[in-house]
Nanobody, 127 residues
Framework: QLQLVESGGGLVQPGGSLRLSCVGSRFTLDYYYYAMGWFRQAPGKEREGVACISNSGGPTMYVDSVKGRFTISRDNAKKTVYLQMNNLKPEDTAVYYC??????????????????WGQGTQVTVSS
């Protein structure tokens, strides 16, 4: 079965940076066919979409709260999607999940548009 494994989370001070990685395996079709997304869930809050990147690595999509601070990228040869997070804020604290989109383009953060999820990695921003 398809697997997504995140890494790179941790504790960082406000203003700091982290880079998350998500490696995929056991894809039925080639990895480069699918858009990939990052979501996060803070305690007591609903899971929200953070960023998405199309299958080609071209068009991307971000939630407004992270625009200009986070960058999503991918390496299809390594079946890996990244989330570079700069100028982190305490409100970025959450468990971050990567997810596979059902098709090649982003266009939405709706949950049912993503069919496989990783186990999550904790990001804590605190002084």
């Amino acid at each position: 079965q398809l697997q997504l494994v995140e890494s790179g989370g941790g504790l960082v001070q406000p203003g700091g940076s982290l880079r998350l990685s998500c490696v995929g395996s056991r894809f039925t079709l080639d990895y480069y066919y699918y858009a990939m997304g990052w979501f996060r869930q803070a305690p007591g809050k609903e899971r929200e979409g953070v960023a998405c990147i199309s299958n080609s690595g071209g068009p991307t999509m971000y939630v407004d709260s992270v625009k200009g601070r986070f960058t999503i990228s991918r390496d299809n040869a390594k079946k890996t999607v990244y989330l570079q997070m700069n100028n982190l804020k305490p409100e970025d604290t959450a468990v971050y999940y990567c997810a596979k989109r059902r098709g090649p383009l982003c266009s939405t953060f709706a949950y049912n548009a993503y069919d496989y999820w990783g186990q999550g990695t904790q990001v804590t921003v605190s002084s």
